[in-house]
């Protein structure tokens, strides 16, 4: 099986489910989602591309916001969730972020938001590139990710400095656990690829959870604002570096 379909086929097997919990779920609801959003410029009248947009939450925010949105995702099953929550209102694509992007032109879009998805892909530079490519100039990348701290956890004996893939079994979703497998790495290898693929980093930002999650989630409240989870960047589209 190619790493694409391996991709595809993990979120195909669980796609529903992951929407319903993500909707609601601590994490996404009162963590990762209201970050993200505060951390993108105005997306009133820009195009954004949703890059990884799994059944569409933010894709359809960023329509309430008046954005002009563009959504892919690897999954046919997220793919399918994604066109029928937002209907004609945004162009959906099946795509592999490993992948050109060949359906969208050269300085076409004005901002890429990527939620919880780049640590799917083991190489970041070629989809950076993509990204690069399709902005216009000065055009934002603004992306979620694993803390890698956070997930140094996972690895017994693991190596920080190095790229690791991690394999996890996560419970709750279907009858038997769903493997699911991602990339950790160390800050300098985001911060190179970014620089490799001509983006500046504005801001970095380790996010707190929202106050209402002290209520609902009190000992996960208590841990985040201890321990970030993820790490959230926005980078500005700067010239390629020179060869
Ligand atoms: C954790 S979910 C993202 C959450 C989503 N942004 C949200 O708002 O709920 C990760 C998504 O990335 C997608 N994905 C993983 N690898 C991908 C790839 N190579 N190309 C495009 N999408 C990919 C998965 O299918 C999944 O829908």
């Known amino acids: 099986m190619s790493n694409s379909s391996q991709a595809g086929s993990t979120y195909d097997g669980f796609a529903?489910?992951?929407?319903?919990?993500?909707?609601?779920?601590?994490?996404?609801?009162?963590?990762?989602?209201?970050?993200?959003?505060?951390?993108?410029?105005?997306?009133?009248?820009?195009?954004?591309?949703?890059?990884?947009?799994?059944?569409?939450?933010?894709?359809?925010?960023?329509?309430?916001?008046?954005?002009?949105?563009?959504?892919?995702?690897?999954?046919?099953?997220?793919?399918?969730?994604?066109?029928?929550?937002?209907?004609?209102?945004?162009?959906?694509?099946?795509?592999?972020?490993?992948?050109?992007?060949?359906?969208?032109?050269?300085?076409?879009?004005?901002?890429?938001?990527?939620?919880?998805?780049?640590?799917?892909?083991?190489?970041?530079?070629?989809?950076?590139?993509?990204?690069?490519?399709?902005l216009v100039p000065g055009g934002r990348l603004v992306f979620s990710t694993h803390h890698p701290l956070a997930d140094c956890r996972w690895v017994s004996g693991g190596d920080y400095l190095q790229t690791e893939r991690i394999e996890q079994h996560w419970e709750g979703f279907t009858e038997t656990p769903v493997r699911v497998s991602f990339y950790r790495r160390p800050l300098g290898a985001i911060f190179a690829a970014l620089a490799e693929s001509g983006f500046v980093v504005e801001q970095l930002v380790e996010p707190r959870p929202l106050q209402e999650m002290r209520e609902q989630e009190p000992e996960i409240h208590a841990r985040l604002m201890k321990e970030p989870w993820f790490l959230l960047i926005r980078a500005s589209r700067s010239q390629l570096p020179r060869a």
């Open 16 to 134: 529903e489910a992951y929407v319903a919990r993500a909707e609601t779920n601590a994490f996404n609801a009162l963590y990762e989602r209201p970050a993200i959003r505060a951390l993108l410029p105005s997306v009133v009248g820009q195009h954004v591309l949703d890059a990884g947009c799994a059944g569409g939450a933010h894709s359809a925010w960023l329509l309430e916001q008046e954005a002009k949105v563009t959504a892919l995702d690897v999954s046919a099953h997220m793919v399918a969730l994604t066109r029928k929550r937002l209907g004609t209102r945004a162009q959906v694509h099946q795509a592999d972020l490993r992948e050109p992007l060949s359906f969208l032109e050269e300085g076409s879009v004005d901002i890429v938001l990527s939620s919880l998805t780049l640590h799917y892909l083991e190489h970041w530079e070629p989809t950076l590139k993509e990204f690069h490519r399709v």
